[in-house]
T-cell receptor
Framework: SQQGEEDPQALSIQEGENATMNCSYK?????LQWYRQNSGRGLVHLIL?????REKHSGRLRVTLDTSKKSSSLLITASRAADTASYFC???????????????FGSGTRLQVQP | NAGVTQTPKFQVLKTGQSMTLQCAQD?????MYWYRQDPGMGLRLIYY???????DKGEVPNGYNVSRLNKREFSLRLESAAPSQTSVYFC????????????FGPGTRLTVT
């Protein structure tokens, strides 16, 4: 089962515009992470926000977390063609059968930034 | 540092054949993971190893086995490949528990005919 679900599934914008992607999840989490995947490549970690944090910034990235609504958003400001990629949220949960922590990934948002 | 490396990059198997996907990390991470990614989907956890000497099933373990050979290496074996195992396989590792960010390899694209 997938914990995080991104919205929209696909997003196309012009260079210089802002891109906003949303993630919703179902159960309690310790943290939520965002990853980026360029076509044909592995995932790259972008940012982690803990459950007691509401907002975090890293360069042109801004992540918010609303635990009451079980949702997060990723904002990329002043987008560039090089930001074209798929973006995934991942939630950190404890697996019931093993008691161990694991990440659960959503199905991703495909972002296309037109030059 | 090379980070996380995977071999091979591409593989084509016939139904019923076996193969082992290799993964190694040079970041001294305790935890390692195997995921599969199917078109239009996120990653699904196959197996993971929280530390050297331990392995646990993830969401989709059927048809796979793993070996945590040492702290650096974590291999994934398909004993009898099936077309449903056609996918891209990613290995990842993570270090300190409180950081828990994962570092991914470049992936192995596997086709089973």
């Amino acid at each position: 089962s997938q914990q995080g679900e991104e919205d929209p599934q696909a997003l196309s914008i012009q260079e210089g515009e802002n891109a906003t992607m949303n993630c919703s999840y179902k159960t309690s989490i310790n943290n939520l992470q965002w990853y980026r995947q360029n076509s044909g490549r592995g995932l790259v970690h972008l940012i982690l926000i803990r459950s007691n944090e509401r907002e975090k910034h890293s360069g042109r990235l801004r992540v918010t977390l609303d635990t009451s609504k079980k949702s997060s958003s990723l904002l990329i400001t002043a987008s560039r063609a090089a930001d074209t990629a798929s973006y995934f949220c991942a939630t950190d949960e404890v697996l019931r059968d093993t008691g161990r922590r694991a990440l659960t990934f959503g199905s991703g948002t495909r972002l296309q930034v037109q030059p | 540092n090379a980070g996380v490396t995977q071999t091979p990059k591409f593989q084509v198997l016939k139904t019923g054949q076996s193969m082992t996907l290799q993964c190694a990390q040079d970041m001294n991470h305790n935890s390692m993971y195997w995921y599969r990614q199917d078109p239009g989907m996120g990653l699904r956890l196959i197996y993971y190893s929280a530390s050297e000497g331990t392995t646990d099933k993830g969401e989709v373990p059927n048809g796979y086995n793993v070996s945590r050979l040492n702290k650096r290496e974590f291999s994934l074996r398909l004993e009898s490949a099936a077309p449903s195992q056609t996918s891209v396989y990613f290995c990842a590792s993570s270090g300190w528990e409180e950081r828990y960010e994962q570092y991914f390899g470049p992936g192995t694209r596997l086709t089973v005919t």
